[in-house]
């Protein structure tokens, strides 16, 4: 789910799995996601009602009573639509099969946000997307015209170009049908490997004790995230790269984490084993602190000795855009300059960097924290631009 700010998204993933995903005491103060969201839902179909009625998340059909078909459990990602959140929205975008982009009918098209996340997503390489005209109750039918236009002319030319437009209502729970039908149409289920070792991208981390809780009673860590490949099963033994930061000697060096998984939980059920696709929670045996307050996300979990390597300094061949989106005046992109601090996201890890070395389209990065990666993984690239990131194109990381 991506998009401007207060679009909507948060509502609509609301109205279609039931879950309200700012949790975030900070993000119900403010109104706006601020962490990744997830949430889980079934979508089902009527036997007996025409398309796109027969779509429902209900297991009665709300049109006729009958009990409805299950489809299929997808996962929902709310990345935020903040300026400054870029880097979460990224690091939600690596993890996806596809995404809905939330464009509110009550606000001219394109907003700066809205530009600079079809353009992530574009970067990222999902094309498998569905537009959502949201907040149609709050304007006319002409308004609502002139506005989807405006969304057509902004998609030309895009990984956009051919996405499907569906008007809703996330709040009043109008064409939620239809948009189900668009997104059983456009988004299919992925096939991945599961004879491969497991490779877990890490999106959240948590420690779900409550405060006081007797010694006891205290459970192991949780990780939250995706499998990209493979099988993870309760009882595995688990590597978790780049690890955890030790400091000796005046030395900074980072050491991989070992655990075991003692439960798999998809959406909200235990279940014997993970599979790829879809957002899973991994319960360990690490010691909860270790956990806490998101403090592995952007680390790859994985059998000891399956992960990737561990790089303190990436090479990067480079694809920059033309100009800075998510400005309203946007400034054409320079080459990349030695000792320019750059951000990069890699997988949902997030980390910075300062070039040591920048020829044509080949620079090289000192990385402040290391990432694990596969050499020709894609990684986003953000520059300062005043106060703020703003993306200006990818890399490929090369030997």
Not at 209 to 219: A, H, R, V
Not at 293 to 304: K, R
Not at 337 to 362: C, D, Q
Request: glycine share 10%.
């Amino acid at each position: 789910m991506v998009g401007h700010v207060d679009h909507g998204k948060t509502t609509l993933v609301s109205a279609l799995s039931g879950v309200w995903t700012d949790t975030h005491s900070e993000e119900m103060k403010r109104g706006i996601s601020i962490r990744l969201g997830y949430a889980d839902t079934t979508f089902r179909k009527c036997p007996n009602c025409p398309e796109p009625q027969c779509y429902t998340v209900s297991e009665t059909c709300e049109k006729c009573g009958e009990p409805s078909e299950e489809l299929r459990t997808i996962s929902f990602v709310d990345a935020p639509g903040h300026e400054t959140l870029m880097a979460t929205m990224l690091s939600g975008a690596a993890i996806m099969d596809g995404a809905i982009l939330v464009i509110a009918a009550n606000e001219t098209c394109p907003q700066p946000q809205t530009k600079e996340h079809l353009m992530a997503l574009n970067i990222i390489g999902i094309d498998n997307i569905v537009i959502v005209q949201n907040k149609i109750d709050l304007v006319s039918r002409e308004k609502i015209i002139e506005h989807h236009n405006q969304i057509k002319e902004f998609v030309k030319g895009t990984v956009a170009e051919d996405a499907p437009i569906v008007p809703i209502s996330a709040q009043q729970n109008i064409n939620v049908d239809a948009l189900i039908m668009m997104m059983e149409n456009m988004i299919p289920t992925q096939l991945y490997k599961a004879d491969k070792a497991p490779h877990m991208l890490i999106a959240r981390s948590f420690d779900i004790n409550k405060p006081g809780s007797p010694i006891k009673n205290i459970t192991g860590g949780v990780i939250g995230g995706t499998l990209t490949e493979g099988l993870l099963h309760s009882g595995d033994e688990l590597e978790i790269r780049p690890g955890r930061k030790v400091e000796s000697d005046g030395v900074t060096r980072w050491e991989p984490i070992f655990t075991k998984v003692t439960r798999v939980v998809a959406g909200r059920d235990p279940v014997e084993g993970g599979t790829p696709g879809g957002l899973l929670a991994v319960g360990t045996s690490l010691d909860p602190t270790l956990t806490k307050s998101d403090s592995l996300t952007g680390q790859v979990a994985g059998l000891p000795g399956t992960l990737p390597p561990i790089h303190n300094d990436l090479k990067l061949e480079l694809h920059l855009l033309e100009r800075v989106v998510g400005v309203s005046d946007e400034e054409e992109i320079g080459s990349i300059k030695t000792s320019e601090p750059l951000m990069l996201n890699v997988g949902t890890a997030t980390t910075v960097g300062v070039v040591t070395s920048a020829r044509k389209n080949i620079a090289e990065v000192k990385l402040k924290r290391p990432v694990c990666a596969e050499i020709g993984s894609t990684v986003a690239i953000s520059r300062r631009v005043g106060s703020r990131w703003r993306l200006i194109g990818v890399g490929v990381i090369r030997d």
